[in-house]
């Protein structure tokens, strides 16, 4: 999540704008988006992560995970970068896009978390800026007047773009884990699967489906395979990547530390994240791994890969009748465990 600071700092200054057509950008909920609301004749929301998108809902507000189409305009775009620069940058060029003329485009960010870097971006996207320091973070604005650079914000569109990974051939883009390469955990589990996974499974916290693919394309014994992931970016590109066996496959964009998970699983592959946007949280990788287990059938598996320092087997050995670590290698650990 972004830092709260920066959060206050924005919607702050989102309430001392004028009433007109507004769009939230990376919105999170906050008790100043009611009255942010209440004020706008026009307040559409963005939020592609489930938990956040779902804290957003319970509010009582409308929100959605795709950003608008072009021909939706607005007057003025508040944006809360994301851990990604590349992605951030294209949320930037499209706000522009997205703005009438003289609009204004305003951004906040924690000082640690790159804000004096995205507002050098800013001033070179669009020729002018305003901004002011508070609490450790900084606010700062633009407005779309004939100084923007529209080579620039279509070479930012472009490079935040979903695109073919040449090293495995599949479709990822900038902002999602390890979307440009895959990573060693990944690569690790797929390489000490068993071949001999049927029936119906799970791919927790899939991302954009590099162990789906790899399971659908080498274990064709497998009947029927959920796609669980919190990232509906993600959770796209999984699809995409697994189109060709579409009649095998389900989606599932849920929040798998809340929400109900599919049931009565023959398998689970897993690789958890452990982190909540820029901070460590190793909890969250527990409560889903945890809930995984639950989700098993008797004699059901899960296969965890996890970085070699995180204690998961404990929690494993109380939900599960065997756990044991298959090997450990390049930093980290694969756990099998039946239920």
Not at 176 to 183: G, I, K, R, V
Not at 214 to 230: G, I, N, S
Not at 261 to 267: M, R, V, Y
Not at 323 to 328: A, S
């Amino acid at each position: 999540m972004p830092n709260m600071s920066a959060i206050d700092l924005l919607y702050h200054a989102a309430l001392n704008r004028p009433s007109a057509p507004t769009l939230i950008i990376n919105a999170h909920a906050h008790a100043l988006l009611l009255q942010l609301s209440e004020k706008c004749q026009q307040l559409d929301l963005h939020q592609h992560f489930k938990p956040e998108h779902t804290a957003i809902h319970q509010l009582g507000l409308n929100v959605s995970p795709t950003l608008p189409a072009l021909d939706e305009t607005y007057d003025t775009i508040f944006l809360l970068p994301s851990k990604n620069k590349q992605q951030t940058l294209a949320w930037m060029a499209q706000a522009m896009q997205s703005l009438d003329a003289n609009g204004t485009l305003l951004i906040a960010c924690a000082n640690n978390h790159g804000a004096k870097s995205y507002e050098s971006a800013l001033q070179s996207l669009a020729g002018n800026t305003l901004s002011r320091s508070k609490s450790k973070c900084r606010i700062f604005s633009a407005k779309k007047t004939a100084s923007l650079d529209s080579a620039l914000l279509a070479q930012w569109l472009r490079a935040g773009e979903v695109r073919t990974i040449p090293s495995h051939g599949l479709i990822a883009q900038p902002g999602l884990f390890s979307w440009d390469h895959a990573d060693i955990g990944s690569q690790l589990l797929i390489d000490h699967l068993p071949d001999n996974l049927s029936g119906t499974g799970m791919d927790l916290c899939c991302g954009y489906g590099l162990l789906s693919e790899h399971l659908l394309r080498t274990t064709p014994q497998v009947d029927r395979l959920h796609l669980v992931e919190a990232d509906r970016l993600a959770l796209d590109c999984a699809i995409q990547n697994t189109t060709v066996w579409q009649q095998k496959t389900q989606s599932h964009w849920l929040d798998a530390t809340h929400d109900a998970l599919p049931e009565k699983l023959a398998w689970i592959v897993c690789n958890p994240p452990f982190h909540t946007a820029q901070q460590r949280d190793v909890e969250l990788g527990k409560n889903i791994v945890k809930r995984g287990c639950q989700q098993l059938k008797r004699g059901g598996s899960i296969y965890v890969v996890a970085n070699r320092k995180l204690a998961y087997e404990t929690l494993m050995q109380a939900e599960l009748r065997a756990c044991q670590t298959i090997i450990e290698a390049n930093g980290f650990k694969i756990i099998k465990g039946i239920r």
